[in-house]
């Protein structure tokens, strides 16, 4: 005679997570006409965590999303080396995408909308008239990109592009032209609606993806250039970063029954 007894069943595996943690250090140009009249070039370097997935319940090959984060910290100085300039940059965002695959899922592409709020802060060394410049951007913004995936005996390899540029939203620039002092008096600054014709933003990265037996790693090169303002302020900055990171996927569980 045999004896059944009810054995709770735990909840299926979700999707897969794909998490990206980069760390990226490169050269850049920065101008900040409300500091200085005269671009600064220096040093950067940014820490940025990506991750995607599907939406729960869709195939692979259909919608999906991402999100990141990231920042960064930026020291430049001007040509004749009598000023230095302290930037650091703040962002984060969050997309949805359609995702198409080819040649046994080798061959990727993916578009969709993203939106990406950022803050910048620069402190200008040696001014004492003008200290710190301030910004705020957020961002409607198009999203691409391409992989194809080759294999070794036991690694295997993706090549990636990815691309981010703005279409449309709103920015803050300041405009407190006398004394640093203005910033604890309330002197407004400019919000406004922001797009192409005013705030141009491109940000893309082409990288590779190293799957060893025990660990994979991504290695490429980041490239972002944004260039805004108004008839009386203009900033530019302008950043070249070699990017080296390392990939891990990983699955949640849903609820189980107690």
Known sequence: MALWLPVPVMAQEGVVHDNILKLKIGTGYQLDSYLSPIGYTGMQ???ENEWWQAF???????WAHVGRAEACVSTYGSRARNNSMLGVQIAAGWG???EWRWFDERLRAHVGPYLE???????????????????????VMAMAGVSFSFYGKRTSYRLNY???????????????????????TGVPGQARCSGPWNHNTLKHELSL????????????????????GTRDLHFMRHQ????????????????ARL
């Not at 990815?162 to 604890?184: A, C, H, M, V």
């Not at 799957?211 to 260039?227: D, I, K, S």
């Open 162 to 184: 990815q691309l981010r540029t703005n279409l449309i939203g709103f920015d803050y620039l300041p405009e407190y032209w006398e004394s640093y002092y203005e910033l604890s």
């Open 56 to 62: 729960s319940g869709e195939r692979p090959g259909g």
């Open 45 to 47: 370097y940014g820490l």
């Open 240 to 255: 070249l970063s070699v990017i080296v990171g390392c990939r891990w996927q990983y699955r949640t569980k849903g609820n």
């Open 96 to 98: 949805a995408y359609y």
């Open 209 to 228: 993806d190293l799957q060893l037996p025990h660990t994979t790693w991504r290695v490429g090169a980041g490239h972002e250039l944004m260039n805004y």
């Open 117 to 139: 709020a950022g803050f910048g802060v620069r402190e200008h060394g040696t001014n004492v008239n003008k200290i710190v410049s301030v910004d705020i951007a957020v961002d």
